[in-house]
């Protein structure tokens, strides 16, 4: 087969030119709530602006040079994720550029154009993934660039970036906001996995109790979140006159509204997940093991978890992804959680900061979890159906 | 190979769960360092509601009690309103909860409406009430008021001689255009804008006024959407960012707020330095400076923490 040039990385190299030239490379504001002034690149740049055009005309060659051959697409797709940290790096100069002779209230942050080249180079980096087969490679194409961009925040270079500046305001409640946020949702996915898993089993065996426990669950997960944790209030304020449960710390408000909620949230989801899957075992493979002389526990052990794993890893993944979001709405009950710095961000005036100050950790969190459980889920699968590849309808050409 | 993964989970969990006891005893370590403490275990608890204002105050709450030497157990910006911090109060999840008199007001039924002028007597009444009634003791308010307020642009005002309710009225009764941005609750409450119109003699139509949830002042300031007034709290630190004039209500049909601290009668009666440590503090606020440090946090991006020390340093509240 004849090779068609890539189209969709010269169009990608197009924008990234196009954004160099716009309008709004960096953004900068008198103070955090004054209109938005867009400044260009050349502007903001200075002496440096060269520079980002020459790592653009290294891509754009690379691209027009580059073909079906692994070497040369991971060549070009570690510029590319350089281009991505590049971009970044030159963030950071502009910004270190625009605060000079201004004092801590002026607020410089990314414009259009930086995302822009984000996209581009991430766009260009997937193309070339396309081509590479070694999963090292195709590793190192795209991470080398979030290293960059992870050892520049390290390293202190974008200190002057607005949303640093936020962080360094409230450094410490920042600190205690996140730990907050990390162990309730921990917490919370442990237990509902801890007590998830034997009651999900249990539904599936007994009918009754399925069908008593997946009703009040149904029921509770169709309340919204946000409700949900209010509405927690009045049953727990009942619950506390008990000393036992009150001596075990168990109060109206502050973090066992916000367990309780999201626990049910969660553990709705590990039922499901578990009884649905075990609910989709052919019956066949239980009667040969049946036949083959296995009790009612090796049966579990050796032919039903084996087979629902993998089910079971997706469940709690989106488990966890759902008790990250939910978490947040923690601020309102007096227990704290990066919803914090998001509800600071919109009491008055906007702080656009602020509230991504409050919601990027939580979608790092997020895109972690999702890495990590999605990994683990195919491993698990490999390990215990030896399938290696995923099951999935694909057209092929 | 289950082994492995069981064996995986479960040093998974317990360095989780470890992580978790490590963090927290480490917490109440670090406050254990500090001077002898009149409270040793049985730290009070502020809260205050989730605003700029609530973080600051609150902040300047725990710094004195600090440094008077309690424990103290800092949620400020803890709750969403008053429905959420007052029941927390009530329920003793707070010790100490921060509210308005004219919130407090709100609660009795009946109210004589004469109250409203005074920040003395609405202290005085929804004191008593609540410490008869609650068991809740109201501490010395700070002598300025946040009322929810309606404030146009210095131009708007300037061009059409608009300071107070009554020009607003004579304004909008002679056809001036007029969009003002509002938070629900005001529209419905009847000391907001129904109890405006009756007293000052005029009536918004509904394409008159649009309501929104934030951003009031940056939308009046900038002038989106047509809009020229915005209804806001009066002691916004926008009010200094964008120049704005706040309408003048002399009939008071707006209750005066003033914060106060609220604390439970128990907890009070265990430790009475506390009041003598807040009142200090409340009394030592003026509008100018309240609006000030709200500005600080609003605009200048300053945490609550830092603008609440600096005031009760530069007041001799607190040493260091």
Redesign the interface.
């Given at each position: 087969m004849k090779y068609k040039r890539d189209m969709v990385s010269i169009f990608m190299c197009g924008v990234f030119i196009l954004s160099l030239l716009m309008d709004s490379f960096m953004i900068v504001m008198e103070n955090r709530i004054s209109p938005m002034q867009h400044i260009s690149a050349k502007q903001s740049l200075g002496s440096s602006y060269a520079l980002i055009w020459g790592c653009l005309i290294i891509l754009v060659l690379l691209v027009l040079w580059k073909d079906k051959s692994e070497k040369k697409n991971f060549i070009t797709g570690i510029w590319a994720s350089i281009c991505l940290g590049g971009c970044i790096f030159f963030a950071g100069l502009a910004t270190n550029n625009l605060m000079v002779g201004h004092t801590s209230t002026y607020r410089v942050t990314f414009g259009v154009g930086i995302y822009l080249i984000m996209i581009a180079s991430y766009s260009i980096i997937v193309k070339c993934n396309e081509f590479i087969n070694k999963s090292w490679k195709k590793k190192l194409t795209t991470f080398l660039g979030i290293f960059i961009i992870v050892f520049l925040v390290a390293s202190g270079w974008l200190n002057k970036m607005s949303i640093m500046t936020e962080y360094f305001t409230r450094q410490d409640k920042f600190n205690q906001v996140f730990w907050e946020h990390l162990n309730i949702s921990l917490l919370v996915v442990i237990t509902s996995i801890i007590i998830g898993l034997p009651v999900g089993y249990l539904c599936y065996r007994y009918k009754i109790l399925d069908m008593i426990i997946s009703g009040i669950l149904n029921v509770v997960r169709s309340i919204p979140a946000i409700a949900l944790i209010i509405l927690m209030v009045g049953p727990l304020s009942l619950l506390k006159e008990i000393p036992v449960l009150n001596s075990i710390g168990i109060s109206s408000f502050g973090a066992t509204p916000v367990f309780c909620a999201l626990f049910l949230y969660s553990i709705f989801q590990v039922i499901n997940s578990l009884r649905g899957a075990l609910m989709t075992i052919d019956r066949d493979y239980i009667k040969a093991a049946k036949a083959m002389g296995m009790t009612n526990i090796m049966i579990m052990f050796k032919v039903q978890i084996p087979l629902v794993l993998p089910v079971l890893v997706s469940g709690i993944r989106v488990a966890m992804i759902s008790t990250f979001t939910g978490a947040s709405l923690g601020t309102m009950v007096g227990f704290g959680g990066l919803g914090t710095f998001i509800r600071m961000g919109d009491s008055s005036a906007i702080a656009l900061d602020l509230i991504l100050l409050g919601a990027i950790p939580i979608m790092i969190m997020i895109f972690i979890t999702d890495l990590v459980f999605s990994r683990l889920s195919r491993w698990v699968k490999m390990r215990m159906t030896g399938v290696e590849y995923d099951n999935r309808y694909e057209l092929t050409n | 190979?289950?082994r492995k993964?069981i064996a995986l989970l479960i040093v998974m969990?317990m360095t989780?769960?470890m992580?978790?006891c490590a963090?927290s005893t480490n917490?109440t370590n670090e406050k254990n360092e500090t001077k002898e403490v009149i409270n040793p275990d049985d730290p009070i608890v502020v809260?205050t509601m989730?605003?700029?204002e609530g973080?600051v105050l609150g902040r300047m709450m725990v710094l004195a009690l600090k440094d008077a030497g309690f424990e103290v157990k800092d949620?400020t910006?803890?709750?969403?309103g008053t429905a959420?911090?007052r029941?927390?109060l009530l329920?003793g999840?707070?010790d100490i909860y921060m509210d308005y008199t004219g919130r407090g007001l709100s609660l009795i039924e009946g109210v004589d409406k004469e109250l409203y002028h005074d920040v003395e007597t609405a202290w005085k009444s929804v004191s008593t009430w609540d410490a008869k009634t609650n068991n809740l003791i109201w501490l010395r308010y700070a002598p300025f008021n946040n009322t929810d307020a309606v404030a146009v642009t210095r131009k708007f005002a300037e061009e059409n001689n608009v300071y107070s309710w009554g020009d607003f009225a004579n304004y909008v009764n002679n056809g001036g255009f007029v969009k003002l941005v509002t938070h629900d609750y005001w529209v419905t409450i009847p000391t907001g804008l129904s109890g405006m119109e009756k007293t000052y003699g005029f009536k918004l139509d509904k394409d008159q006024y649009t309501i929104v949830s934030?951003?009031n002042?940056?939308m009046l300031a900038?002038g989106t959407d047509g809009v020229n007034a915005a209804m806001l709290y009066s002691s916004?630190?926008?009010v200094k960012?964008y120049d704005l004039v706040v309408l003048e209500d002399p009939e008071h049909v707006s209750p005066v707020y003033s914060p106060t601290p609220i604390i439970r009668k128990e907890r009070l009666d265990k430790y009475p330095q506390v009041k003598e440590v807040l009142d200090k503090v409340f009394e030592s606020i003026t509008l100018e400076e309240m609006i000030e440090m709200n500005k600080q946090v609003?605009?200048?991006?300053?945490?609550g923490?830092?603008v609440a020390k600096e005031h009760l340093l530069s007041k001799n509240l607190i040493k260091e």
């Open positions: - | 190979m289950k993964i969990t989780l769960v992580s978790a963090n917490s809260s989730n605003d700029t973080e949620n910006f803890g709750y969403t959420n911090g029941t927390a329920e999840e707070t934030a951003n002042e940056q900038e916004s630190g926008l960012a609003q605009v200048d991006g300053a945490s923490m830092d």
